[in-house]
């Protein structure tokens, strides 16, 4: 059974760091990439990051190029993202997700058959 458990969500103010964590289990990471998407109220849900497993290679949408950063560590299967100078318009629900998706297929929800809970990320002064 594929469980993907995400933490580390929270109230953050604008210009600060969260750091959110996906643990992952029941499936065999080395034939997977691991995607970060996230929805706001009244929003459809859209691609942060992704991270392909293997060889580590990464892809961000570009409202977030600079400030987060994806990252895995094979030894805890976890995928982290580092959110670095925070804006109100980062303030979402954040979902980590699975799938074995192709570099071309990477920012589509589609190609993710699993997913996390989802954790909060609230960026307010």
């Known amino acids: 059974q594929v469980q993907l458990v995400e933490s580390g969500g929270g109230l953050a103010q604008p210009g600060g760091s969260v750091r959110l964590s996906c643990l992952a289990s029941?499936?065999?990471?080395?034939?997977?990439?691991m995607g970060w998407f996230r929805q706001a109220p009244g929003k459809e849900r859209e691609f942060v990051a992704a991270i392909r497993w293997s060889d580590g290679s990464t892809t961000y949408t570009d409202s977030v190029k600079g400030r987060f950063t994806i990252s895995r560590d094979r030894a805890k299967n976890t995928v982290y993202l580092q959110m670095n100078s925070l804006k109100a318009e980062d303030t979402a629900v954040y979902y980590c997700a699975a799938g074995r998706a192709i570099l071309s297929t990477r920012s589509q929800a589609s190609a993710y058959p699993n997913w996390g809970q989802g954790t909060q990320v609230t960026v307010s002064s």
């Open positions: 029941g499936l065999s990471l080395m034939s997977y990439t």
